[in-house]
């Protein structure tokens, strides 16, 4: 069975907003580091966000200012919410947890 689960992928207009959401098993929820990673079409891995297990949360400096995390505790669930979102935001979002659980990940298209 999946660990981690990602939805919410889809397509957005430039400028447009998108939520996604991972939903872990209650181990990994309460115990890990929790990460949001994403890949541009033909690029590398890029690191979104972090939640610490004190529930600090960093962003990478790509985003800073337009995506933000939150958390569901009771439906074990982590979420990316993207605002004002641009092309170079496309790409496949993953969810990973522990530095070795991972989602199979979301798609996120952004047209212009």
């Known amino acids: 069975q999946a660990q981690l689960m990602e939805s919410g992928g889809g397509s957005v207009e430039a400028g447009g907003s998108l939520n996604l959401s991972c939903v872990a098993t209650?181990?990994?929820?309460?115990?890990?580091?929790m990460d949001w990673y994403r890949q541009a079409p033909g690029g590398e891995r890029e690191l979104v966000s972090s939640?610490?297990?004190?529930?600090?949360?960093t962003y990478g400096d790509g985003v800073k200012g337009r995506f933000s995390v939150s958390e569901d505790v009771s439906k074990l669930t982590m979420y990316l919410h993207m605002n004002s979102l641009k092309i170079e935001d496309m790409g496949v979002y993953y969810c990973?947890?522990?530095?070795?659980?991972w989602g199979q990940g979301t798609q996120v298209i952004v047209s212009s």
């Open positions: 990973s947890a522990c530095g070795s659980y």
């Open positions: 209650r181990y990994i929820f309460m115990q890990c580091q």
């Open positions: 939640r610490s297990r004190d529930t600090t949360i």
